[in-house]
């Protein structure tokens, strides 16, 4: 039976007052409804970890005046950073339950969770993401099927993942402290700190399950709901896969081999792309086009991750994100 005496569900937040003034009450509902579901010995609060060195969140977290919200500042700049302080702050504690900061839980979501993580034996456990579009969704990114892949359409309770974000991630922080797991810095800036770290967790042998109950909310901006943001996201994000699955490699023959298998696919990515989106183009079609020009942006995130080019989306320097 997996342990679930002491619960902690962790926020990395930064310069989003009002979005996390939004959630901490809802989260107070969820422990609430999980403390009941669990019975008497169960202990949860919510952890804030501001990565904003100035504290932008505190008086948010201070007024909601609940002596089971903690906050702090990790002023080290970076995702890694703001994460693995979190691990920090729940150490001695049985479950970690990760959030973003601009997500919102469905009914119940923290009690899913936590009945699969007892019931199917589970090292870490995923549900979907389902995004909500402000001023609904742009036609190019709906004709992209850009933020279907999130919602994990199709997939029932109990099907394992091999790796999986930490936007609605439990973990098992035993499973965690045995092997020692960690947020790796050098992903700290680019993204795909939670792929690598929980690749790491199913390469000895952990197990991710998957929780179709356990549904979040996550909030588009009008200004990632643009063809732009979401080319240049899928291109950034098609260099950190290749990254973080090199990372996972055990060998230098296994890195040769996946490097000449991304190689083809991201050759492979630019040629179908291009004439996909060239037809869209040409008959009108935006779904065609969409997702051509989508391939096109991933088969180059592909190449520059073989040459080790990586954009900085959690940089606080606009010129360095762009690089």
Not at 28 to 57: M, T
Not at 159 to 172: F, H, I, K, S, V
Not at 201 to 228: M, Q, S, Y
Request: net charge neutral; aromatic share 4%.
């Amino acid at each position: 039976m997996r342990r679930q005496d002491t619960i902690v569900v962790g926020l990395a937040t930064y310069r989003r007052p009002g979005l996390l003034a939004g959630l901490l009450p809802r989260l107070l509902e969820q422990i609430d409804a999980a403390a009941e579901d669990l019975g008497v010995g169960a202990r949860l609060s919510i952890v804030v970890v501001d990565n904003d060195a100035e504290g932008s969140a505190r008086a948010v977290a201070d007024g909601v005046g609940d002596e089971r919200i903690r906050y702090m500042i990790e002023p080290s700049p970076g995702i890694s950073s703001a994460r693995n302080r979190v691990l920090n702050e729940a150490a001695g504690a049985d479950v970690l339950v990760f959030l973003d900061d601009d997500e919102t839980p469905h009914e119940n979501w923290l009690v899913h969770l936590l009945r699969t993580h007892r019931e199917r034996d589970a090292d870490a456990v995923c549900g979907p993401v389902h995004a909500v579009f402000e001023g609904g969704e742009d036609p190019w990114v709906a004709a992209g099927g850009y933020y279907l892949g999130q919602r994990r359409e199709g997939m029932r309770t109990g099907e394992l993942l091999g790796r999986a974000a930490t936007n609605n991630l439990l973990l098992d922080l035993a499973e965690v402290r045995r092997l020692g797991l960690r947020f790796d810095a050098r992903f700290g800036l680019t993204g795909g700190e939670d792929s690598l770290f929980t690749g790491q967790l199913t390469a000895a042998g952990g197990k991710i399950v998957f929780c179709a109950e356990a549904v979040v909310d996550d909030l588009v901006p009008a200004d990632r709901n643009t063809r732009t943001f979401n080319l240049a996201r899928r291109r950034a994000q098609a260099a950190t896969h290749v990254r973080v699955v090199q990372e996972l490699a055990t060998s230098i023959p296994d890195r040769a081999t996946n490097g000449a298998r991304w190689l083809v696919i991201g050759v492979g990515q630019l040629c179908k792309g291009s004439v996909l989106a060239l037809a869209g183009r040409l008959s009108g079609n935006l779904r065609n086009r969409a997702q051509g020009e989508s391939r096109v942006a991933s088969g180059i995130g592909v190449l520059e991750g073989l040459a080790g080019i990586m954009s900085t989306p959690y940089s606080r320097s606009k010129s360095a994100r762009r690089g």
